[in-house]
């Protein structure tokens, strides 16, 4: 996630009326055929072993063992790692799992410099359930495309429980998929037209036909695995 400050916080709290996380809907069981997911195009974004084929801040991400699985896990001081291909039309799926008042986000069609929510596209990737982010813009919350549009339900599991998540961008379309719960079903060109954004911010994603995917960081600690996509 693009994270405003705390003092940021508090002063958007202090000017403009709170706004609740989008309401709950129960997640649901996503089941994983690898064997169907590799017929159907998909290939693994992650070796399992290292961070090969990643760029950006390689030293602010470890690759973990977790409970027997690899993942890749941004470390404390960890800012923005990314693919090292680019991608335009794509079925991005994944598994992440949050700390308490974790903050992260994922990259989307974004270059290596700059920042991710501006430069491309940044969906959010946050414990909706922590103090500190009460009061946050509806579209600063879990899922939403940041300062674009905001996620119309949460289907987060508890904190320390792994989530599966599936991001889809088609042409001028993004759609978002959060244990089993389509959070986010968008039409750029509805939700910004002539690049007008709900922020107020130039988002330079708006024109950008392809990019990198990628991890956000703000220091957090948030774990990534089982990542695999799909090339339309």
């Known amino acids: 996630m693009h994270t405003p400050t705390l003092l940021a916080i508090a002063i958007l709290a ?3 009326p709170a706004t609740l996380p989008p309401p709950a809907a ?7 055929d690898a064997d169907a997911e590799k017929s159907a195009g998909f290939t693994p974004l992650f070796n399992g072993k290292d961070l090969d084929g990643w760029v950006g801040d390689t030293k602010g991400y ?3 063992d977790l409970g027997g699985t690899a993942a890749i896990v941004c470390q404390p001081g960890g800012t923005n790692l990314f693919t090292g291909d680019e991608f335009g039309d794509f079925e991005f799926r994944f598994e992440f799992l949050l700390t308490p008042g974790a903050n992260n986000g994922i990259a989307l069609r974004a270059p290596t410099a700059g920042d991710p929510a501006y430069a491309g596209f940044e969906s959010q990737i946050l414990d909706n359930t922590a103090d500190q982010y009460k009061g946050l813009k509806d579209w600063q919350y879990h899922g939403s495309i940041y300062g674009i549009a905001a996620a119309t339900a949460t289907a987060l599991r508890p904190v320390g429980e792994w989530n599966h998540e599936t991001i889809t961008m088609k042409g ?8 089993g719960v389509v959070i986010i079903d ?8 002539d690049g007008k954004t709900v922020s107020g911010h130039k988002v330079e994603g708006l024109a950008r036909p392809k990019g990198h995917i990628g991890f956000c960081g703000h220091g957090d600690r948030v774990a990534y695995r089982n990542l695999r ?3 339309f």
Do not use: G
Request: hydrophobic share 45%.
């Open 229 to 231: 996509i799909r090339k």
């Open 172 to 179: 001028r379309t993004i759609k978002v998929e959060l244990n």
């Open 186 to 193: 968008t039409d750029l060109d509805k939700v910004a037209p």
């Open 62 to 64: 470890k690759v973990e």
């Open 26 to 32: 129960a997640p649901k069981t996503v089941a994983v």
């Open 14 to 16: 202090a000017c403009a």
